[in-house]
């Protein structure tokens, strides 16, 4: 069964949303039907090597982020985020052991602000004061061409204001944004692996340690946990 099952997987083309050439993908399938385990390995090496191969064409990789968001942190409600809009660039190298090396340039990545224009709780926008800047600094992973599987290394600063009357230090937080699960002391996530038109769901539980700034401290129950569920969509060419 699972000789099949991984014959199936790589002729589905879910590589990066490229197809894998039909004879392979045929092959696969009818050895499978045929009851021909060793047909069925054979034909879905042929489709995995074709994946391959069509993978190593790849150099570039445009990352947008959707609507369909969330976030939380410490014991407070899980709020939406709609993050249409943001996004990056980067570049795509291939590994020896068939997996891509993904990493974006954060100069070019652009996620929108925690604020009441792109965040709510249960319909209700976050108090307009309240505006939480996302800077990245990195975002760099890999890719697992033959399942969809996606692991990125996530670091940003944020940034905390409440009109001009506040504004607190940089907030770090680092995480590993993945389409498996992703678990923390309060918080846990299941994300989704990249189908074949490129769109995956990220999660990340991240530990958000005590500030300088006591009211951050107080107001967000620091040290806690911080989940963020990210929709996006990755483009290679």
């Known amino acids: 069964?699972?000789?099949?099952?991984?014959?199936?997987?790589?002729?589905?083309?879910?590589?990066?949303?490229?197809?894998?050439?039909?004879?392979?993908?045929?092959?696969?399938?009818?050895?499978?039907?045929?009851?021909?385990?060793?047909?069925?390995?054979?034909?879905?090496?042929?489709?995995?090597?074709?994946?391959?191969?069509?993978?190593?064409?790849?150099?570039?990789?445009?990352?947008?982020?959707?609507?369909?968001?969330?976030?939380?942190?410490?014991?407070?409600?899980?709020?939406?985020?709609?993050?249409a809009g943001g996004g990056g660039s980067g570049s795509v190298t291939q590994r020896e052991d068939g997996l891509l090396n993904i990493r974006f340039d954060p100069s070019t990545l652009d996620i929108p602000p925690i604020n009441a224009q792109h965040a709510s709780i249960i319909g209700i926008p976050i108090p307009p004061p309240l505006n939480i800047a996302i800077v990245p600094q990195r975002l760099e992973g890999t890719l697992d061409p033959a399942t969809g599987r996606v692991d990125l290394d996530f670091l940003a600063s944020f940034e905390f204001t409440a009109g001009p009357l506040y504004r607190a230090a940089p907030l770090t937080v680092a995480t590993t944004l993945t389409t498996e699960a992703s678990d923390g002391v309060l918080r846990h996530g299941v994300g989704q692996r990249m189908r074949a038109d490129g769109r995956a769901r990220l999660v990340g539980v991240a530990r958000v340690p005590r500030t300088t700034d006591g009211f951050l401290n107080t107001f967000l129950m620091l040290p806690t946990d911080a989940l963020a569920v990210l929709s996006a969509e990755l483009t290679f060419s």
């Open 1 to 83: 069964m699972q000789l099949v099952r991984g014959g199936l997987l790589a002729a589905s083309g879910v590589l990066l949303g490229t197809a894998v050439p039909a004879q392979a993908a045929q092959a696969a399938a009818g050895a499978a039907a045929a009851g021909a385990p060793a047909a069925a390995v054979a034909a879905a090496g042929a489709a995995t090597e074709a994946s391959a191969a069509a993978a190593q064409h790849f150099s570039k990789v445009l990352l947008s982020t959707l609507a369909d968001c969330e976030l939380a942190v410490s014991v407070y409600p899980t709020f939406s985020y709609n993050a």
